[in-house]
């Protein structure tokens, strides 16, 4: 179905920032998925959802989730987002917390079954709003960091604790999975989007600036937005006009490069081919 179906002669403006402004809210979901710190004049990050070469979706596994089975307890998981199951889905009783019994696995992030009277019990062990991040090794950054997935249940406080091992040579999947406590998991995956970026901390980045201009542009694009819908449907504006204050930013470029020519000549002085308003009379 085309758009102009769906929105009937709605500008192209109101329907670009329509588009725009939802991509910083993902960007901000996804902003929370890494680890930033600083250690001898260098920062380093760890940035999980990022894409990274051969990874386009970064950490996230392709399948819609990592699995692995010992001794007749199986546990699946994704990072920083909820499962996906096309294929072999968990077939437990008392999902009800993870997707119930038609979206069992699809409503958290780490879920896993054991055998109890001959059937498999599901139990929920995390979900992504709930996950921390920390270095494996504070004395070795490079070496990866961790993940700890958390659920507080009716009964127990479980979690799901993944070690992400810096790989730059591809991506190894669990191959072991440890109970430590009554109902704490922990496992290791290798993966590229473990290793950290490292740049110097001396000038580089944007830091609070970086953060103060994007949450400018963010409400610059709610402004733009707003104005345009108003203008739009409660005043019956069409066309180019629905820009509000359109006269200011059309004004805007030649205001700015008045004041510039303004303030250069005020430091510099008049120019060579200058002439003055005041000429000299003799007497």
Not at 3 to 19: H, K, M, R
Not at 99 to 106: L, N
Not at 128 to 143: M, N, R, V
Request: proline share 6%; with cysteine.
């Amino acid at each position: 179905m085309a758009i102009s179906g769906t929105c009937p002669n709605l500008p192209p403006l109101i329907l670009l920032l329509l588009l725009v402004v939802p991509l910083i809210f993902i960007s901000s979901v996804y902003a929370t998925c890494q680890l930033s710190f600083e250690e001898d004049n260098k920062v380093y990050t760890y940035s999980l959802t990022k894409p990274i070469t051969n990874y386009p979706h970064g950490i996230l596994s392709e399948d819609g989730f990592y699995k692995v089975a010992v001794n007749g307890t199986v546990l699946w998981f994704q990072l920083c987002d909820a499962m996906i199951f096309n294929h072999d889905p968990p077939t437990c009783v008392e999902c009800g917390d993870c997707g119930g019994i038609s979206r069992c696995g699809m409503g958290c992030s780490a879920l896993v079954a054991n055998t109890v009277g001959g059937y498999p019990v599901c139990t929920t062990l995390g979900y992504s709003s709930s996950t921390s991040f920390e270095l494996i090794d504070k004395e070795d950054p490079l070496k990866g960091i961790r993940a700890k997935l958390s659920n507080r249940g009716p009964k127990l406080n479980c979690s799901l604790t993944v070690s992400i091992v810096c790989d730059t040579n591809g991506v190894q999947g669990p191959q072991t999975l440890e109970l430590v406590g009554t109902c704490d998991y922990v496992t290791q995956i290798h993966h590229p989007s473990g290793c950290a970026v490292i740049i110097s901390s001396h000038g580089s980045g944007m830091g609070w600036f970086g953060t103060m201009l994007i949450i400018i542009l963010f409400f610059f694009g709610v402004y733009l937005l707003g104005g345009a819908f108003y203008r739009y449907y409660s005043l019956g504006i069409r066309g180019i006009d629905v820009i509000p204050n359109l006269e200011f930013w059309a004004s805007l470029p030649h205001t700015l490069q008045s004041s510039f020519t303004s303030l250069v000549r005020r430091f510099r002085g008049p120019s060579h081919g200058h002439r003055s308003s005041y000429s000299p009379v003799n007497f």
